[in-house]
């Protein structure tokens, strides 16, 4: 890696006023190179032999960047009890949490903030020098030993990955809205490139933080690099690219993607994953089956609903991340976390009525309700029929001669192509919650500006919901816009479910996204097509109904998170009409779980 001379600036400060001792620019010696990784490290005031639990993050958006300087307005509704000089962005506030005993631990990622070597984001590499980080930490003279993860988005996906290689010293995790799987979860959607929010993020938060970035103190972006400034063809040489790189891999069996994979099954730590119904475009999937996949004998999941950085501070949020570490980096378990079946694994929020979105007093309505399993036992999976009247039937519809619905390909968010199918208003209040599904007989017709050999069709699935109003009930996303139900995606070529794989079931279907997979998409052909829809919660009223939506792009709720690529959806194989098939032997339908009332 190329860098200049390597130097120490570490410096310690006991800052009285806010209960802590502050070390900054503390670098971490690693395993596979000679390039350390620094950290902040911030200690309760004790005496010299005194010993912490220690919490890390490890994420790129710059252990020295104030929170208030990356996202203002955001900072300014974080709860006044979690901010400090010392906050910054989606991680634990220092002053909060030496004050309640315990050492915080930030460290910049490989090739961001202080840290030098490649900047490779999610990769196994830095997966590696986050576990020579945590590994540091329980040996430090202030430490116990016991080391906790806790962090919101990047610093709760991180967790996943590194727990998966079981440093000495990790004892739990909360992966706070963190997604697990890179391909599925994050950067292709059924396959499909979710381009924009990865543009938005390399370009606004990761490259801004380079190691080496020339004006980050001028511009008030965290402090200049330690060793100096490095000139922009280093800067080039130095980072992989999720923009390009995304775009020129497509298949999980590309190295880029297979060499981000690790196995969930291998994680033992104790896990409170916590899941934002909101976070239909990004974590809540990684969440879920990271609950469900993950090898730890102890683990909880936990439902919240609001925006994305706000809840992780509310107090009483807190008190459950309190509890949950104490309880397995102090040995004080005050509910019984450490003790199988005393806390209900898992907890979910239920979404009913319109309280509108981005507004944390209404949302406080919603009732709380504990789980003993996930899938929730005794779900109900019922087939709702789409009809080509554009309605949703409980039961099969007869369908005497074959009907087609037709729409434009390659919608977008700006110029949406859909179909809606509306389902009768309940009779009584119906509640939804777990893993969606549809199957729909699907075909395209090219026009001329389909000149590629290779044909494609990508499907976007949206549920929502209709109040007994009549109006469409909005929830808060992530970034407090308003959200739908769920979504769900697929690209018509990726159809092949890996069906013996012990992830694959009849609620979620499992694919392996490989270049070996790819199936042909030709003309007017009919194709039967899985779509996973991801997890949802709503209890539909009596007199409330909900809607399916069949398009071919971004629609309503996508937010920044649209998929957008030319290179990855080009006219050249898409373009023309997308058609859904009705008739005999031609069945659609959107599988719902649906709780039996208790
Ligand atoms: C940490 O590094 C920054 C950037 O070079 C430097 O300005 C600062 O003085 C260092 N701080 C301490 C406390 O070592
Ligand atoms: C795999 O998943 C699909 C879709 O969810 C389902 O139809 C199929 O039965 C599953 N296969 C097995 C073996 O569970
Ligand atoms: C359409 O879907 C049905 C199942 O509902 C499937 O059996 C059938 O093969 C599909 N039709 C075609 C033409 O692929």
């Known amino acids: 890696m190329t860098t200049n001379q390597i130097r120490d600036l570490h410096e310690v400060t006991e800052d009285k006023e806010n209960g802590l001792i502050f070390e900054k620019n503390v670098s ?162 059924g396959g499909i490139f979710s381009n924009s929010f990865i543009k938005f993020w390399w370009n606004r938060q990761v490259i801004t933080n380079q190691y080496g970035r020339p004006g980050r103190a001028a511009s008030k972006w965290g402090e200049d690099t330690i060793e100096g400034d490095l000139p922009d063809d280093v800067l080039a040489q130095n980072r992989n690219d999720q923009n390009t790189d995304n775009e020129k891999n497509r298949f999980l069996d590309d190295e880029y993607y297979a060499s981000k994979e690790f196995n969930l099954e291998d994680i033992e730590v104790p896990i409170l994953s916590v899941a934002n119904w909101g976070g239909i475009l990004l974590h809540l999937r990684g969440n879920v089956n990271g609950y469900a996949w993950a090898g730890s004998k102890l683990k909880y999941l936990r439902f919240i609903t609001g925006r994305h950085d706000l809840p992780f501070y509310y ?92 729409y434009e390909a390659l919608g977008s968010l700006e110029k949406p192509q859909l179909i809606q199918f509306t389902s009768a208003p309940f009779e009584q209040d119906t509640e939804i919650t777990g893993h969606v599904t549809a199957h729909l007989n699907v075909s395209m017709t090219p026009d001329s500006l389909a000149t590629s050999p290779e044909k494609e069709i990508d499907l976007f699935l949206t549920l929502r919901y209709i109040s007994p109003s009549g109006k469409e009930v909005f929830y808060t996303g992530t970034a407090g816009d308003p959200v739908p139900l769920t979504k769900g995606w697929l690209r018509a070529s990726l159809r092949k479910i890996a069906s013996e794989h012990p992830r694959n079931s009849s609620y979620q279907p499992y694919r392996e996204y490989r270049s070996t997979d790819v199936q042909e998409v030709k003309p007017d052909t009919v194709y039967a097509v899985d779509v996973e829809i991801w997890p949802t919660n709503v209890v539909a009223e009596k007199g409330g109904r909900i809607v399916l939506e069949v398009s071919s792009g971004d629609t309503q709720g996508s937010g920044i998170f649209t998929h957008t690529s030319e290179v990855d959806r080009p006219k050249e194989k898409f373009s023309g009409k997308n058609h859904m098939h009705f008739g005999e032997g031609l069945e659609n339908y959107v599988t719902l779980p649906v709780i039996p009332a208790r």
Request: aromatic letters at 12%; charged letters at 25%.
């Open 28 to 189: 971490v010696p690693l395993k596979a190179s000679n390039l350390p990784v620094r950290c902040n490290v911030y200690r309760p005031i004790a005496p010299a032999d005194a010993k912490f639990p220690v919490l890390i993050t490890y994420g790129p958006y710059g252990k020295d960047i104030p929170y208030d300087n990356f996202f203002a307005k955001s900072f300014s509704e974080v709860n006044p009890e979690h901010k400090s000089k010392y906050s910054a962005w989606e991680t634990p506030d220092p002053v909060f949490w030496t004050s309640k005993g315990y050492v915080v631990v930030r460290a910049d990622e490989r090739g961001l903030g202080q840290s030098p070597g490649l900047l490779d984001t999610m990769s196994r590499g830095t997966s590696e020098c986050f576990f020579d980080v945590v590994e540091w930490a329980a040996d430090q003279e202030w430490s116990s030993g016991k080391v906790g993860l806790l962090g919101i988005s990047y610093y709760a996906g991180s967790q996943w990955r590194v727990a998966a290689r079981r440093p000495k010293g990790l004892a739990a995790i909360i992966p706070w809205e963190g997604m697990t799987d890179y391909y599925r979860d994050r950067c292709r959607h």
């Open 315 to 406: 107090k009483e949020e807190v008190e459950v991340q309190q509890s949950f570490l104490d309880a397995f980096l102090k040995d004080d378990d005050r509910v019984g976390w450490s003790v199988p079946g005393k806390v209900s694994p898992v907890s979910v929020i239920l979404r009913k009525g319109d309280v509108g979105f981005n507004n944390p007093e209404a949302e406080k309505k919603y009732v709380r309700r504990e789980e003993s399993a996930w899938p929730i036992p005794g779900t109900q999976y019922t087939k709702f029929h789409l009809t080509p009247e554009n309605t949703l039937e409980s039961t099969s519809p007869k369908i005497d001669s074959s009907k087609v619905l037709s």
